[in-house]
């Protein structure tokens, strides 16, 4: 990890390649007390079925799947699937999921029973949405239930809207990520408004992860090159003509990104062109 940030984040990017002292080997991800080498995280749900789940999820390279419970069977419908079958917890850490529910209340209830069904495993992500047509946010019971989580024990990684106060917010409270929405989830428009998310980087001392609205590679890859610590994303892989193949463009993509970051682009120039070739020894231009 690179010294002094959360996730391996630098306070401000390098502009030149000798600032980054740390091999990108050691460049890893972490995540309260955890450490992960790919930075990209996938979700679970919209696949065909369970063996292209598994087949797009190895694509990826991802360490850390998310597991919608109220919508996924991990054990808790017996005789059913059970998706753990298809990715067990010993290869990849499971991070189960409130997708679906509206309410505080409900959202611990259901992060509890996950908590029961993975023999005690405390890191979560923590959503609660405010409208079943856009998917956005409702802060005020993600804050709330975020305060019943922490003080509970668990790790809370939160979605959550792309507004700075609200993730200081949540921050103070204790969660160990905040996980800006890039646009609705599921929409595939890629990164709405970079500027509030270059703001919630710039203050954020836990990793920042943009979470919903990736919708192909390069939407990564600008999220990683702003400075966002890792990417999770689902419709974006699952809903692509070919899963598989999207998984690994989605996995080179998260890595330039990244690299593309730690290697510090060059200054805009908006009036001034800058010659890529020497300058020296030219003759001066003819005169007529």
């Known amino acids: 990890m690179v010294a002094g940030a959360p996730g391996g984040r630098l306070a401000h990017p390098p502009s030149q390649p000798h600032d980054i002292m740390t091999p990108a080997s050691a460049d890893s991800l972490t995540i309260a007390d955890r450490s992960f080498q790919s930075r990209l995280l996938v979700g679970t749900g919209k696949y065909r079925d369970f ?16 597991v919608a419970i109220r919508r996924t069977n991990i054990g808790q419908n017996a005789g059913e699937p059970n998706l753990l079958d298809y990715l067990p917890p010993s290869r990849y850490t499971i991070l189960p999921n409130t997708a679906g529910c509206y309410t505080a209340e409900d959202a611990v209830r259901t992060l509890r029973l996950a908590r029961e069904l ?43 809207s792309d507004d700075p106060i609200q993730c200081r917010m949540l921050e103070d409270i204790g969660v160990v990520a905040v996980m800006p929405l890039a646009s609705l989830i599921g929409s595939g428009m890629g990164i709405i408004n970079p500027w509030n998310l270059r703001l919630i980087i ?36 699952a809903g692509a003509r070919d899963p598989i193949r999207m998984a690994r463009a989605m996995r080179l993509a998260v890595e330039a990104g990244r690299e593309a970051y730690l290697a510090g682009r060059i200054r805009r120039k908006y009036y001034d062109a800058d010659p890529s070739s020497p300058t020296e020894g030219l003759l001066p231009p003819a005169r007529s």
């Open 51 to 66: 063996e292209q789940t598994r087949d797009a999820i190895e694509a990826s390279g991802t360490e850390i799947v998310t």
């Open 118 to 160: 993975l023999d005690g495993h405390n890191l979560v992500k923590l959503e609660v949405l405010g409208d079943s047509g856009n998917l956005f946010p409702n802060m005020p019971e993600t804050l709330a239930a975020a305060r019943t989580l922490v003080a509970d024990g668990f790790q809370v990684m939160v979605y959550c």
């Open 202 to 237: 710039d203050q954020a001392k836990v990793p920042v992860l943009v979470d919903a609205g990736v919708g192909t590679a390069s939407d990564a890859a600008i999220a990683m090159e702003l400075g966002c610590d890792a990417v999770l994303m689902n419709t974006a892989i």
